[in-house]
């Protein structure tokens, strides 16, 4: 059989075609609720540094968070995966899917976190000032001047943030779950194709077509938030 | 109408007012000369607290809206635990004084010795907002009366030149905004922009931005504007048009503090001008007086120069 029956076989066989679609779900449900805490996570954290309150509460979540990036940042995913998966939630019958999604809920914060800090900081002080020069606080020169401004400086930021997440939710294969790289793989093993070559490059260009997807939707997002700077 | 005792400000170790005292009049135009790094920013900044002062007071219409020291309110004193000690001890050990005397007394220890207890800090802080917000204080509140004109406009680039008119008084409740709508358009006809309503600031020459940033501080109705150079980012050929618009709302009557480096329109349109020097105020008067026969040798310097 060569390359083009072998692909043939691929797909039109439902057992296969199952298993590469179940793997499919799994990849997109673990990384749109990955992306959704990450999101999430991210911007309290970035509203949480960037506040001056000088309260203790504040300033100890400040140093929470800090402390909260430096390690996410610092470690490898796959390991914060195992200390999730067989530590921190190595509880009977605790679904790994789940702990997988925080996992990497938790790890994009960090990113998110990060990107959004810069965006807030890269708006000019002078917008803020302006605002407050009118007479309005600071919640709503943030939520109605700065924010809208910093959003714009970030999309790009966390699109790359939200496409690196995809690719790497492909490690969740290593804490058996049938994910879209291990559903190639267990197709690849099974005697009948006798073949990793095609069924890794199917998946590959599922990947990549969710990529693309993804990049495509972000493209729309900020060609309208671009509309205020056209010339 | 304001009036600003003894306010220093210094950026770290950089002492930037040393001790400025004036008053400025409703209907007055102060502008305020200098060279580079004199403080003419620093101070104008201070008027509406955009940088707090970290000695003095600045008064706006009899309502003091500087975070004052706590030592000099008497009425925030007296709500500390210090205070309370100090009077029992005072009243057990002069027995018969008048409550009053007693009062004077211990205020003025607890001043001189400054008694009060930096863990009283925090107490102090709670108890001085308590105060500003009895007595109306409220430094947003006092803003809203002071429109700002900047260097760099610092319109707002996420909105359109309505939008940035209409913002403020929608947000802050003072306007529904159909009223705000027809009085931004009011306004954007008087500078001549109205055509300009749904552009984006990006769009616009800086001649026109800076035209719209005056408009956005008057949309609020204010009793006096700080301009902070408004023609100095500009190209020369649109100079003129901003000079001409301050120059109206001059002659409207308008309260005004302008930092310029436009001599000419300084002696023209300053009713009294202020030059700073280092941190203080070198020499006032009017413009004539001023311009024509300056009396301090720094002054004398800086006419040579730019002149
Ligand atoms: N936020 C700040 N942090 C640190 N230093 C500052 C800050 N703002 C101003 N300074 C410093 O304070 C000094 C006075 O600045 P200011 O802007 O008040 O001067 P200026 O008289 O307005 O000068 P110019 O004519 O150049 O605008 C300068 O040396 C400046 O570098
Ligand atoms: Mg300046």
Redo the contacts between chains.
């Keep these: 059989m060569n390359f083009f029956e072998k692909t043939v076989q691929l797909f039109t066989t439902a057992d296969y075609l199952k298993l590469m679609f179940t793997g499919l779900g799994y990849t997109v449900v673990i990384s749109i609720c990955a992306a959704i805490l990450g999101l999430v996570l991210g911007t309290l954290v970035a509203l949480c540094s960037i506040s001056k309150s000088k309260g203790i509460v504040m300033r100890v979540l400040q140093g929470i968070c800090k402390v909260y990036i430096t390690i996410i940042r610092g470690t490898p995913m796959a390991l914060q995966l195992f200390i999730m998966v067989f530590a921190i939630f190595a509880i009977r019958g605790f679904p790994t899917i789940v702990t997988a999604i925080l996992a990497f809920g938790i790890n994009s914060g960090a990113y998110v976190a990060e990107n959004i800090r810069a965006g807030i900081l890269s708006v ?1 002080i ?2 803020t ?9 600071s919640r ?1 020169t943030l939520i ?2 700065v924010i ?2 910093a959003i ?1 400086n970030v999309i790009p930021a966390i699109g790359n943030e939200l496409i690196a997440l995809i690719k790497e939710t492909s490690i969740v294969s290593m804490i058996s779950i049938t994910d879209l790289t291990m559903a190639a793989k267990i197709i690849g093993a099974g005697n009948n194709l006798a073949s990793y070559v095609v069924p890794m490059t199917s998946a590959a260009v599922f990947y990549l077509a969710i990529v693309y997807l993804l990049t495509f939707g972000i493209k729309i997002i900020e060609k309208r938030l671009r ?5 | 109408m304001i009036s600003v005792k003894n306010i220093h400000k210094s950026f770290g170790e950089l002492s930037v007012l040393r001790g400025v005292s004036c008053n400025i009049e409703a209907g007055e135009k102060v502008v305020i000369l200098g060279p580079s790094g004199s403080g003419k920013s620093t101070f104008l900044r201070c008027l ?1 607290l ?1 940088e707090e002062p970290n000695q003095g007071e600045i008064w706006v219409e009899d309502k003091l809206i500087t975070n004052a020291d706590p030592y000099e309110h008497d009425e925030i004193i007296e709500l500390s635990q210090t205070y309370a000690d100090l009077y029992a001890k005072y009243v057990l050990e002069n027995d018969g004084t008048a409550g009053d005397e007693v009062k004077k007394a211990v205020i003025s220890r607890i001043k001189e010795q400054r008694l009060l207890k930096k863990r009283e800090g925090s107490l102090f802080k709670k108890a001085l907002s308590q105060y500003q917000a009895q007595h109306g204080i409220d430094i ?5 009366d ?3 004109v ?1 260097q ?1 406009f ?6 359109t030149v309505l939008k940035n008119l209409t ?2 008084p929608v ?2 409740g003072l306007k529904t905004p159909e009223e705000a709508e027809q009085n931004a358009m009011r306004l954007l006809q008087r500078i001549g922009l109205a055509d300009k309503r749904d552009e ?1 600031p ?2 616009l020459s800086g001649g026109q931005k800076q035209r719209v ?1 005056i408009a ?2 008057l949309a ?1 109705n204010p009793k006096v504007m700080l301009f902070d150079e408004p023609t100095s980012a500009l190209d020369p050929e649109m100079v003129g048009e901003v000079l001409d618009l301050i120059r109206e709302l001059a002659d409207e009557g308008m309260t005004m503090v302008i930092v310029t480096h436009e001599m000419g329109f300084a002696r023209e349109v300053g009713t009294r001008i202020l030059f700073m020097d280092e941190g203080n105020i070198a020499e006032e008067g009017t413009p004539a007086e001023v311009f024509d026969n300056p009396k301090n040798p720094r002054t004398i310097q800086f006419f040579k120069a730019v002149l």
């Design positions: 000019d002078g917008q000032e302006a605002g407050r020069a009118l007479g309005l606080n709503v109605k001047i809208p401004q714009k509309a205020s700077d056209k010339r | 509406n955009l947003n509140l006092a803003r809203q002071m429109g700002m900047f760099h610092n319109l707002f680039n996420n909105m913002l403020a947000q802050l984006y990006s769009k940033a956005r501080a609020m």
